[in-house]
């Protein structure tokens, strides 16, 4: 998941829900903070509130409920929730009858202690209670704290219909599966998402099918561990539901791919020992599959890697690497890295230098270790790559990626790419952005495209990360958004 990408574009935004019932002329603000997936479940949120009859509004001042969906991955996120608490602290002591809750994977990790500590706060729950919110309200409503942080090992939200937020029209995102069971030692998504789960394949399709024809042209498939997702089927390969069929993530994909060639699919995220061939094939299979693989590697160190309980060495990330170029030589792949885990030595922190080098990853996440409570990371081990060091060696990361994402995008001038048009382009209002199969951001002239359209881009130049050029083909939207 790329927390980063969500904290530099979409950290903080106000979200829209419809009015209905009994909670009627209530009015809800909810900020998202943190994953991909965080950002999906606030579509579940605000479908149950809907339903509950909570209105929207993007200002404090008018709110009778405000909810963030929280993340806990590393302390600074953690901070900034903090921080967003207590300008909410100022407004309620004008409007005490104003009720903060706090959702997502904070939320599930602090309990009790948030309500304890954040005075302010009346509501505290957990990635899997969603459903329990309007009850939990009116607890609070009744003058008592209401906390559900209680984990589930069968909650999809298979048949909540997301309330699509802040959207475009054209791009959306569907969870495929919830936790994740592989607890990599640095990571407190196990503890805060609880165990893996995977939704029913039916539900997916018609979410996608239904999306499709509203109008929308893309879907990413969105999950800790894609790979792993598995339906009538353990993991230790036992079928469950004897004559129903078994899916797993291949399969799955292709049962969306299928929906409409007009329907781009994405996903995220991709776990590296866990991927396997079939992906690689299904996506070279269909055209509308994005070229594009999300393939965090964390470390270029085999030891580094046993530390953090990632399940491969460098050379079996670098064979994966292989396979991907071999089977889709026009793929674009991109990473996380983490810098300075526990005892990363220099030598280990040049490994990591060397295996960017290798794979001249398109783009890449990079963060600073942050030791969080509970992981095996902090119970084993000692974080004492000491700060300055863990700041430098991410500055030279960071710099030495920059260095390939410009080379990479320059590969793609002279060439002519499909993109679906997302909308105007921020810097010139001529002009419209999309992104190519490879997901790189392409800006051309409007003409008389609308957003939703398909077009072929000939790119006559980039800047570091953007491509720009000139339409030479256009494919119009086949359904209009009802
Ligand atoms: N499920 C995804 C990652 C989810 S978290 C996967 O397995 O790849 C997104 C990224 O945050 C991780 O890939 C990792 O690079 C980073 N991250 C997770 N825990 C962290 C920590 N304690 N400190 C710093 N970065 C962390
Ligand atoms: Fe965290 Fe590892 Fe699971 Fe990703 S795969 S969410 S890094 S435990
Ligand atoms: Fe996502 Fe942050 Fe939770 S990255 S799963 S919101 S800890």
Known sequence: MEEKVIDENRQGEFLMVENSNIHKGKKLLLESYGCQMNFSDSEIVASIMSEAGFST?????????????????????????????????????????????????????????????????????????????????????????????????????????PVRLDSNGINAYISIMRGCDNMCSFCVVPFTRGRERSRDPKS??????????????????????????????????????????TVNFAQLM??????????????????????????????????????????????GSSEILKKMNRGYTREWYLE???????????AAISTDIITGFCGETEEQHQETISLMAEVKYDLAYMFKYSERPRTLAERKYEDDVPEDVKSRRLTEIIDFQLKCSTENTKNYVGGTYRVLIEGASKKSPDFYHGRNSQSVVT??????????????????S???????????????RTSQPS
């Open 254 to 299: 292709e049962m969306v791919a299928n929906v409409s060639p007009e329907l781009l699919v994405r996903f995220s995220t991709s776990h590296p020992k866990d991927m396997t061939d079939d992906v690689l094939h299904v996506m070279a299979k269909y055209d509308n599959i994005c070229k594009y693989i999300h393939l965090p590697v964390q470390s």
């Open 443 to 460: 800006v051309f002239p409007k003409g008389d495209a609308k957003p939703g359209d398909f077009v072929d881009v000939h790119v006559t």
């Open 204 to 245: 997916i399709v018609a979410e996608a099918h239904d999306l499709f024809n509203q109008g929308y042209r893309e879907v990413t498939l969105l999950g800790q561990n894609v790979d792993s997702y598995k339906w009538n089927i353990t993991s230790k390969g036992e079928i469950i539901t004897e004559g129903e069929p």
């Open 57 to 161: 509004t993007r200002d404090p001042e008018e709110a009778d409920l405000i909810l963030l969906n929280t993340c806990a991955i590393r302390d600074n996120a953690e901070v900034r929730v903090r921080g967003r608490l207590n300008y909410f602290k100022s407004i309620k002591k004008r409007k005490p009858e104003m009720v903060v809750g706090v959702l997502g994977c904070m939320a599930e990790r602090l309990r009790e202690k948030l309500i304890e500590e954040e005075k302010l706060v009346d509501l505290v729950v957990g990635p899997d209670a969603y459903r329990d919110l309007p009850n939990l309200i009116d607890q609070v409503d009744s003058g008592q704290k209401a906390v559900n942080v209680l984990l589930s090992r069968e909650e999809t939200y298979a048949e909540i219909t």
């Open 462 to 476: 980039c800047t570091a990360v953007t491509l720009i050029g000139d339409v030479v083909a256009h494919y119009p």
């Open 320 to 330: 994966r690497i292989a396979a991907i170029r071999r089977i889709l030589p026009t």
